[in-house]
């Protein structure tokens, strides 16, 4: 009378493909997984740097920093206004730096010295 399928009865009127499998990755749980932990280790170090500049210098110690004159302006005044500027400036520097030695010791080429592998991939 009532055409409805039955809740307890789907399971064995569903006739739609299984789902396709996890492909498997061999590489993520070796090389391209140490290059992505060193990377966050790279990036986890400079952004303290950064917050202790920013942040504890220029905010936080501002009052301790002030004592201290850096020409005729408080060190305190300086750092936040100028410093933490050019900390951050500095920081992308490095981090370049950083990244092509990570990228040289994992294989990861992106220059254009080598135009066959332009891809990033890890080798």
């Given at each position: 009378m009532n055409d409805a399928p039955n809740p307890a009865?789907?399971?064995s009127l569903d006739t739609s493909p299984p789902a396709p499998a996890a492909p498997d990755v061999p590489a993520a749980g070796g090389r391209a997984r140490q290059y992505w932990h060193a990377n966050l280790r790279v990036i986890g170090l400079l952004l303290a740097v950064w917050f202790l500049v920013s942040i504890v210098l220029s905010i936080l110690l501002i009052e301790d920093l002030n004592t201290i004159t850096l020409g005729k302006l408080p060190l305190g005044f300086w750092i936040?206004?100028?410093g933490a500027i050019?900390?951050?400036?500095?920081l992308?520097?490095?981090y370049a730096f950083w990244m092509d030695r990570l990228d040289r010791r994992f294989g990861v080429n992106e220059s254009r010295d080598n135009p066959g592998s332009d891809t990033g991939a890890i080798e």
């Amino acid at each position: 009378m009532n055409d409805a399928p039955n809740p307890a009865e789907s399971d064995s009127l569903d006739t739609s493909p299984p789902a396709p499998a996890a492909p498997d990755v061999p590489a993520a749980g070796g090389r391209a997984r140490q290059y992505w932990h060193a990377n966050l280790r790279v990036i986890g170090l400079l952004l303290a740097v950064w917050f202790l500049v920013s942040i504890v210098l220029s905010i936080l110690l501002i009052e301790d920093l002030n004592t201290i004159t850096l020409g005729k302006l408080p060190l305190g005044f300086w750092i936040a206004q100028q410093g933490a500027i050019y900390v951050f400036v500095i920081l992308i520097f490095v981090y370049a730096f950083w990244m092509d030695r990570l990228d040289r010791r994992f294989g990861v080429n992106e220059s254009r010295d080598n135009p066959g592998s332009d891809t990033g991939a890890i080798e």
